[in-house]
């Protein structure tokens, strides 16, 4: 398994341009095709008024707007891939709400790279939950990079010590999965098992050793660490010297709100480096 196609998000925020440099980082060591995918934030269902129209009816009304704004983001994409020396990318414009829009390439794609909201923000806010929407409704991992501002510039060098939190359940498992290629290259990985904590399931409490013979078999280098969980996470990659961490996401719908385990809020709102996440 490597990762052939990435997929990121490109918004023409101000916290893009680090997120397409980590994304074109990580296509250039794995060998991959990157898209940088732009929306124009109008959902393909929906007229102004609320109503929902078949898939393909055109929309009444002026887009320019909004089409101008995602070419921008578009072409500052383009820029960077070029000026990184990618040799294989594309800028794709798409008709769609944020959310829906990754969603629904999400199959096409080994890996999404996708930024953190802004943990000062309103949570409700559709940019604010973006990375959980479609964490749990895309077909692929997340590889999530940090909001705040006094972190721009800090991940040039993402993937050479990379910090596995595992718990033995299904979304870690499938999180651990989806890491493969990185762990593979990277210089140094550290194991940090727990029980869990964050709605396991079955498979919660698979010994650390195993683990860490698993991943030999793939011919990944791997540090047994220390048992700590949720916002510890974050302080063991601080101590430990990691550049990324890896992690199953735990949730469920409820209400009309997604419902975030404990480990998997305090990551996702206090992240200091990287995270690739799945659910």
């Known amino acids: 398994m490597s ?16 997120r397409i440099r980590l994304a074109a980082q990580f296509a250039l060591a794995h060998g991959a095709h990157l898209i940088g995918a732009a929306m124009t934030g109008l959902s393909r269902h929906a007229l102004p008024d609320g109503s929902i129209v078949p898939i393909g009816t055109p929309f009444p009304f002026d887009q320019r707007r909004l089409r101008t704004r995602a070419d921008t983001a578009l072409t500052h994409f383009a820029d960077c891939a070029s000026h990184m020396g990618l040799p294989s990318f594309e800028a794709r414009l ?15 794609a080994d890996l999404l790279v996708l930024g953190q909201g802004d943990p000062e923000g309103q949570p409700d806010e559709l940019l604010n939950r973006l990375p959980q929407d479609v964490m749990f409704q895309s077909a692929r991992a997340l590889l999530i990079v940090p909001y705040q501002e006094q972190f721009n510039g800090q991940f040039d060098q993402v993937g050479q010590h990379v910090l596995v939190g595992w718990d033995g359940s299904v979304s870690a498992i499938r999180a651990l999965t989806a890491a493969l290629p990185a762990l593979r290259l990277a210089a140094r990985v550290t194991l940090v098992a727990s029980p869990s904590s964050d709605g396991g399931g079955r498979q919660a409490g698979l010994p650390g050793a195993e ?13 047994a660490g220390a048992r700590k969980a949720g916002a510890a996470l974050m302080e063991m990659a601080s101590e ?40």
């Open 240 to 279: 430990v010297g990691a550049d990324m961490l890896v992690m199953g996401g735990y949730g469920h719908w409820r209400l009309r709100e997604w419902m975030l385990g404990g480990a998997t809020r305090s990551v996702l709102r206090g992240m200091t480096l990287p995270v690739l996440m799945a659910h």
């Open 3 to 18: 990762y052939k196609t990435i997929l990121v998000h490109a918004d023409g925020s101000p916290q893009a341009a680090q």
């Open 211 to 223: 683990l860490a013979r698993y991943l030999a078999r793939h011919d990944v280098n791997e540090l």
């Open 94 to 108: 798409v008709d769609d709400a944020v959310d829906d829009g990754l969603i629904l390439q999400s199959p096409y």
